[in-house]
T-cell receptor, first 115, second 113 residues
Framework: DTGVSQNPRHKITKRGQNVTFRCDPI?????LYWYRQTLGQGPEFLTY????????KSRLLSDRFSAERPKGSFSTLEIQRTEQGDSAMYLC?????????????FGPGTRLTVL | DAKTTQPPSMDCAEGRAANLPCNHSTISGNEYVYWYRQIHSQGPQYIIH???NNETNEMASLIITEDRKSSTLILPHATLRDTAVYYC??????????????FGQGTRLTINP
């Protein structure tokens, strides 16, 4: 049983650069989430996909952020023109459609540091 | 989703039961109580959830008061690997839509040898 995987695990970049993260959900999970977690805080929701459709976006997701899930499997999160405030852990989660216990399975996260 | 209140930190001796409280006084009748935990540098991990009956699984027990305004997560024999931040989340389950999780700051549980 492979869980949710995320790559890279760590990314250091300079301010103004673009970065892209990848999430591979558990196979057969058609729902996928991105969260962001800053130091000392709980994760905050960014966006949600059902299959390839992006159905909900948080206002935290500024226009510098874009997420895709082109074939309803893996997803990418891109941040353009990174700022120091983007430094955070970016978490991906997936869950199957319907059924109990209706939980989300999280990946290990990608830690972004913007210098 | 109803708001939850948890103590910021707790300590427990290894081998003893760890009891983590959560207040959710504004919970609605169709809202479930979920518990997740986050071990350092890892993603959150689902532990258990319940509606109004007490629940038990291989990881923990969940005790929900009769008025459902508070609950307690019990780790019956805490080990050093249970050191983590524990999040209590209240939300409606099984409906359409994103069903995103709204995390508070949780309780930082430290298990001491």
């Amino acid at each position: 049983d492979t869980g949710v995987s995320q790559n890279p695990r760590h990314k250091i970049t300079k301010r103004g650069q673009n970065v892209t993260f990848r999430c591979d959900p558990i196979s057969e999970h058609n729902r996928l989430y991105w969260y962001r977690q800053t130091l000392g805080q709980g994760p905050e929701f960014l966006t949600y996909f059902q299959n390839e459709a992006q159905l909900e976006k948080s206002r935290l997701l500024s226009d510098r952020f874009s997420a895709e899930r082109p074939k309803g499997s893996f997803s990418t999160l891109e941040i353009q023109r990174t700022e120091q405030g983007d430094s955070a852990m970016y978490l991906c989660a997936s869950r199957p459609s319907g059924g109990a216990p209706d939980t989300q399975y999280f990946g290990p996260g990608t830690r972004l540091t913007v210098l | 989703d109803a708001k939850t209140t948890q103590p910021p930190s707790m300590d427990c001796a290894e081998g003893r039961a760890a009891n983590l409280p959560c207040n959710h006084s504004t919970i609605s009748g169709n809202e479930y109580v979920y518990w997740y935990r986050q071990i350092h540098s890892q993603g959150p991990q689902y532990i258990i959830h319940g509606l109004k009956n007490n629940e038990t699984n291989e990881m923990a027990s969940l005790i929900i008061t009769e008025d459902r305004k508070s609950s307690t997560l019990i780790l019956p024999h805490a080990t050093l690997r249970d050191t983590a931040v524990y999040y209590c989340i209240v939300r409606v389950a099984g409906m359409q839509g994103a069903q995103k999780l709204v995390f508070g700051q949780g309780t930082r549980l430290t298990i001491n040898p």
